[in-house]
């Protein structure tokens, strides 16, 4: 959304930057009146991903940067990119948007003050969206696969790969910003709250003032989850397909969706009940910490409910998601490697 409208940002005084040469030719193009859909990759969509991805980099031993964002600027040069076009346009607020900033406390916590030292900004508003972690954990795991990635099952250590990480450990990702900021100046929702009130474009704007009545609208979902049903399947191609045909395959399920019929999420357990365990009394102490932010006793208003079983194992749908999955791949030519590999299965 802020991506596809920076210039009617920009006319409102709002500064939504872009820190490399392909966003910055795309924002060119936007304000000389180009189509908002023209050239929109990856890496014009989600801008300030870079700055975490390379402050990142910079920081700690390793590289944190995906191969689709390559090849990216340093850090300095990303940071005086964004003070000269705040100085260049005049713009009164400076918007920065990315969930990768939320990996600063679980790996570095000091890159909260470099950055705000770097903007130059002491004006700083934080505003932050936290999904109940099991949920989360699932959603998150939807997105290792969509990235072809193997993780481990949720209910065979795949949790506790992340107990540590941003994903779960809410209290260390939240803490430096939070203490970096007045308590006024903080904006701590629990998604339950945000898409009961709309979604979270809504109450963004509403919650900051932006007016939307010239925003273009955008096309529909931009990140289609993959149903819980077909996470097995989906697991199992990454880990023996090439990764060309893995991803193909998982393209066409999600395209068809709609012609499968499968069991809600809502009914599929994907934890177990020893996991679900261990979480809610790993968590307990950051649902405290959370609600001592909003001034609540706790933060998630359904927060017990993460210990509860949901009715259909996910091992008892692989079967029927398999069926399913064949059915959707025959006859499509660019898919008979994968039906292939699915049909010599025995999934």
């Known amino acids: 959304m802020f991506t ?19 966003g910055q030719a795309y924002a060119r193009a936007l304000l000389a009146g180009g189509d908002p859909d023209a050239g929109l990759t990856f890496k014009v969509k989600s801008p300030h991903n870079h700055i975490g991805y390379v402050m990142q980099t910079e ?16 850090a300095a040069q990303m940071f005086q990119s964004i003070r000269d076009d705040l100085a260049r346009t005049g713009a009164r607020t400076l918007l920065l948007c990315s969930e990768v900033f939320s990996q600063y406390g679980t790996r570095q916590p000091a890159l909260v003050g470099r950055m705000l030292e770097a903007l130059g900004i002491a004006d700083v508003s934080l505003y932050m969206t936290l999904r109940r972690p099991d949920l989360h954990l699932a959603a998150w795991f939807s997105q290792m696969l969509k990235f072809g990635r193997r993780p481990r099952r949720l209910s065979e250590g795949g949790a506790a790969d992340l107990y540590r990480t941003a994903h779960f450990d809410f209290e260390r990702a939240v803490r430096p910003w939070a203490d970096a900021v007045p308590r006024s100046k903080l904006f701590v929702h629990s998604y339950d709250a945000v898409m009961a009130a709309g979604g979270s474009e809504p109450h963004f704007t509403r919650t900051f003032g932006i007016d939307t009545v010239r925003f273009v609208p955008a096309g529909g979902p931009v990140n289609p989850s993959i149903p819980y049903a077909l996470y097995d399947l989906i697991l199992h191609a990454n880990c023996e397909l090439p990764a060309p045909v893995a991803r193909s395959m998982q393209r066409a399920l999600l ?11 809502a009914e599929i357990e994907l934890f177990g009940s020893a996991v679900r365990a261990e979480m809610t009394v790993r968590f307990a102490p950051m649902q405290t910490y959370l609600g001592g932010l909003v001034g609540r006793a706790g933060f998630f ?47």
């Open 301 to 347: 208003d359904d927060f017990e409910a993460m210990s509860d079983m949901r009715a259909v194992p996910l091992a008892q749908v692989a079967g029927n998601a398999a069926t399913q999955a064949r059915a959707v791949l025959t006859g499509r030519r660019p898919q008979a490697a994968a039906l292939a590999w699915l049909n010599g299965t025995g999934i």
């Open 59 to 74: 920081a700690l031993a390793g590289n944190f940067i995906p191969d689709r964002y390559q090849p990216l600027p340093t």
């Open 4 to 22: 596809r409208n920076a210039g009617v940002l920009l006319e409102d005084g709002i500064l939504y930057p872009f820190v490399e040469p392909q």
């Open 255 to 265: 395209a068809h969706r709609q012609r499968m019929t499968l069991p809600p999420n």
